[in-house]
């Protein structure tokens, strides 16, 4: 069946901090990727998304690119801010059945000014 | 434009009692979806529902659990005779199309079964 693997955490960093944050998945045929952030207090809301391999999806100064090869969706940001402070999930939708996503375990990510 | 409205936001319960979790998707959505984080784990699809009509409840559990959307009013995700193992988060999402992947969450209702 379809899963989606996420590095443990949780992670710190300091302000300005490289970020990644590894996605790996397991699925039949081509999924779509997605990365989800869920502040604090507040529901999950798409990040960035990508549909076919070598799509790289971006928003905020976060990308991330979709590796068929490696089966791997890593998240990053070149500089990250005390307002990124949030938990990260990596998801899934199988081909022809976007009603479903399948999700990874998230990552608390907490920045430090 | 509200958001994506889940109520009550904490919940808690005796073992056996029921547990009723009401989700009011954003204004014009008519899709609503359902799904559970148990502890140390991501979010697991349950149910997809459009208005009156379950889509797809591949993921419900097949005993004590229960949804509906009707037609009027917000959607109701129903726990009957709750164990400790049904204490997670709940979170709803709706969108206007089928695809999961335009959906808007909610903040989750998180159960806990004393």
């Known amino acids: 069946g379809n899963s989606v693997t996420q590095m443990e955490g949780p992670v710190t960093l300091s302000e300005e901090a490289f970020l990644t944050i590894n996605c790996t998945y397991t699925?039949?045929?081509?999924?779509?990727l997605f990365w989800y952030v869920q502040y604090p207090g507040e529901g999950l809301q798409l990040l960035l998304k990508?549909?076919?391999?070598?799509d790289k999806g971006s928003n905020k100064g976060f990308e991330a690119t979709y590796r068929k090869e490696t089966t791997s969706f890593h998240l990053e940001k070149g500089s990250v801010q005390v307002s990124d402070s949030a938990v990260y999930f990596c998801?899934?939708?199988?081909?022809?059945?976007?009603?479903?996503?399948?999700f990874g375990k998230g990552i608390t990510l907490s920045v430090r000014p | 434009n509200a958001g994506v409205m889940q109520n009550p936001r904490h919940l808690v319960r005796r073992r056996g009692q029921e547990a009723r979790l009401r989700c009011s998707p954003m204004k014009g959505h008519s899709h609503v979806y359902w799904y559970r984080q148990l502890p140390e784990e991501g979010l697991k699809f349950m149910v997809y529902l459009q208005k009156e009509n379950i889509i797809d409840e591949s993921g419900m559990p097949k005993e004590r659990f229960s949804a509906e959307f009707p037609k009027e009013g917000p959607s109701i995700l129903r726990i009957q005779q709750v164990v400790r193992g049904d204490s997670a988060a709940y979170f709803c999402?709706?969108?206007?199309?089928?695809?999961?992947?335009?959906?808007?969450f909610g903040q989750g209702t998180r159960l806990t079964v004393v």
């Open positions: 990508a549909t076919k391999a070598d």
């Open positions: 998801a899934l939708s199988p081909p022809g059945a976007n009603s479903k996503l399948t």
């Open positions: 999402a709706s969108s206007t199309t089928g695809s999961g992947t335009e959906a808007f």
């Open positions: 699925a039949t045929g081509y999924p779509s």
